[in-house]
């Protein structure tokens, strides 16, 4: 009864390839996010879709390309990949944004090797 | 702009001790702040959070303050076990959007 759950959980591939990395959750909530853990373990938001609505977008590349088919999955399409986009790549989700309860809940992580 | 500062990067305490964990913040216009626990390789588990009206919450031998005015807040474990090493972190929400920003984390290291 995982909560927020993505798969892959790692990924190795090479440079120029197409990846994507999906995420799941059961919590009813309506908020969804990508956080991305860099070499040094900082964590920084890229997405958020509320309700299927992109409502951040960080300055990421455009190679990076979210897609939410409905509110409990957002997926993550990365294109032309490249070595700095190795990273641990986290999903998160919350019941509602702008509430001061609200709590967020991260997935496991996948973590990307690009080589 | 929101910067969480997170110091020291690592602790090592013997088993036994009371410890606090500390986390700084800019901006004090925060929604809540939440303390998550990172264990290598594995997710983010949440362990408390504090609203912006609250001062403090407590979860078994956890607690969590919060002080906006001075920009601080501390996570305090009492009677620290090797199972409690881990890397921990905060994160403050400070917008409608609910996005959170991070510091970088105290690596604790509890030795039995």
């Known amino acids: 009864d995982t909560a927020v759950s993505q798969t892959p959980k790692y990924l190795v591939t090479q440079m120029g390839n197409d990846k994507s990395i999906k995420c799941e959750q059961n919590?009813?909530?309506?908020?969804m996010y990508w956080y991305k853990q860099d070499s040094k373990k900082f964590l920084k938001i890229m997405f958020s879709y509320n309700n299927k609505e992109l409502i951040i977008n960080e300055t990421v590349p455009n190679r990076f390309s979210p897609k939410s088919p409905d509110k409990a999955h957002l997926n993550l399409h990365i294109n032309s990949l490249e070595l700095g986009d190795s990273a641990v790549y986290f999903c998160?989700?919350?019941?509602?944004?702008?509430?001061?309860?609200?709590?967020?809940?991260f997935g496991q992580g996948t973590r990307l090797t690009v080589v | 702009k929101q910067e969480v500062t997170q110091i020291p990067a690592a602790l090592s305490v013997p088993e036994g001790e009371n410890l606090v964990l500390n986390c700084s913040f800019t901006d004090s216009a925060i929604y809540n702040l939440q303390w998550f626990r990172q264990d290598p390789g594995k997710g983010l588990t949440s362990l408390l959070l504090?609203?912006?009206?609250?001062r403090e919450q407590t979860s078994g031998r956890l607690n969590a303050s919060l002080d906006k005015s001075s920009g601080r807040s501390t996570l305090y474990i009492a009677a620290s076990q090797p199972g409690d090493s881990a890397t921990y972190l905060c994160a403050l929400n400070t917008g409608a959007n609910s996005k959170l920003t991070f510091g970088k984390g105290i690596t604790l290291s509890v030795r039995p």
């Open positions: 919590l009813g909530h309506d908020t």
């Open positions: 998160a989700s919350s019941r509602k944004t702008g509430a001061l309860n609200t709590e967020a809940f």
């Open positions: 504090i609203q912006s009206s609250q």
